[in-house]
């Protein structure tokens, strides 16, 4: 089985479905060659794509406070992080959309 593509990538960050459990998120933190991962447990994609601003951050530093210090020491800003999700959970439900369509057909 070929590897899915990421739900998210840019140059800095990129967002990727654990295929041992789809309702897990990998996201990883690009530079220089260099990849830090990091688990979105279940349900963290939608919570955080569906956060507002205000909360982000503080919601994110309790579920993986490695994961916002790293991203910041590497020039990243909490927004451009909550960006990269919301991004990667419209992916998520987009293809999630596209399946179930096409099993109606």
């Known amino acids: 089985?070929?590897?899915?593509?990421?739900?998210?990538?840019?140059?800095?960050?990129r967002i990727e479905s654990m295929p041992e459990s789809p309702q897990e998120h990998l996201l990883y933190l690009l530079r220089n060659?260099?990849?830090?991962?990091?688990?979105?447990?279940?349900?963290?994609?939608?919570?955080f794509a569906t956060t507002p601003r205000p909360g982000l951050e503080s919601k994110m530093r309790n579920i993986n406070y490695d994961m916002v210090r790293d991203a910041l020491n590497r020039g990243l800003?909490?927004?451009?992080?909550?960006?990269?999700?919301?991004?990667?959970?419209?992916?998520?439900?987009r293809r999630w959309n596209d399946e179930k369509s096409a099993m109606e057909v």
């Not at 089985?1 to 960050?13: H, Q, V």
């Not at 060659?33 to 447990?41: S, T």
């Open 1 to 13: 089985m070929a590897k899915e593509r990421p739900l998210y990538e840019d140059p800095d960050i």
């Open 33 to 47: 060659g260099e990849e830090l991962n990091y688990i979105l447990p279940r349900s963290c994609l939608k919570d």
């Open 77 to 93: 800003s909490v927004d451009s992080l909550g960006v990269a999700i919301a991004q990667a959970y419209i992916e998520k439900e």
